[in-house]
């Protein structure tokens, strides 16, 4: 099977832009996540998506929002951008949602200007 | 926070030697799993061990648990240079809540 994809790899924004990044599970699996990971957070869980429904989220403003198609794809989009949301952004994918075993994609690395 | 730490931060060792990492958590888990790091891309999983199991296998890694101590160790037997990397632990506390990694541990294996 093919692995967990997501588009783009690297972005380069200006503060106040807005972003969406997308990511496409391994095939079968309805579990998508997303995580950032920064330097000095480490990775902080974002949000985790079940079957088009928002199951979990993190701790992570408004500004940080998600969804997921019916094909399992998930998009995340990040309005207003602030410099502190330079980071790796990490979408992982499981089959069923919650802690069990999680894929992890490539990531896109995103940098604020 | 329920953040796991690992230690140490930083490991560097020859290659051929074990490299043990530790992991430590503050509230009860139903599972913990470590995953390995290469710079910059994406998380692999290594092993997955259950609040009811103490010790796993997988190849050359070896996991411990002990739940009475809150903590987890990472063994990795004969260690290559391609082993270089960061290694994660995550634990999930309750059943269908995420993840929580911990900060990692960066392992250098000097060939």
């Known amino acids: 099977k093919a692995g967990v994809t997501q588009t783009p790899r690297y972005l380069i924004k200006t503060r106040g832009q807005q972003v969406t990044l997308s990511c496409s599970p391994i095939?079968?699996?309805?579990?998508v996540s997303w995580y950032q990971q920064t330097p000095g957070q480490g990775l902080q869980f974002l949000f985790e998506?079940?079957?088009?429904?928002?199951?979990n989220k993190g701790n992570f403003p408004g500004r940080f929002s998600g969804r997921q198609f019916s094909n399992s794809r998930s998009e995340m989009n990040v309005s207003t951008l602030e410099l502190g949301d330079s980071a790796l952004y990490l979408c992982?994918?499981?089959?069923?949602?919650?802690?069990?075993?999680?894929?992890f994609g490539p990531g896109t690395r995103l940098l604020v200007l | 926070s329920q953040q796991g730490e690992e230690d140490p931060q930083a490991l560097s060792i020859q290659e051929g030697e074990n490299a043990t990492m530790n992991c430590s958590y503050k509230t009860s888990i139903n599972n913990l799993q470590w995953y390995r790091q290469n710079s910059g891309r994406g998380l692999v999983h290594l092993i997955l061990i259950r609040s009811n199991e103490r010790e796993k296998h997988s190849g050359r890694l070896r996991v411990t648990l002990d739940t009475s101590k809150k903590s987890s160790s990472l063994l990795i037997t004969a260690s290559r240079a391609a082993d270089t990397a960061s290694y994660f632990c995550?634990?999930?506390?309750?059943?269908?809540?995420?993840?929580?990694f911990g900060k990692g541990t960066r392992l250098s294996v000097i060939a």
């Open positions: 998506y079940f079957s088009e429904t928002q199951r």
């Open positions: 095939s079968g699996h309805r579990s």
């Open positions: 995550a634990t999930e506390h309750s059943g269908n809540t995420p993840l929580v």
């Open positions: 992982a994918s499981s089959d069923f949602w919650g802690g069990e075993t999680q894929y």
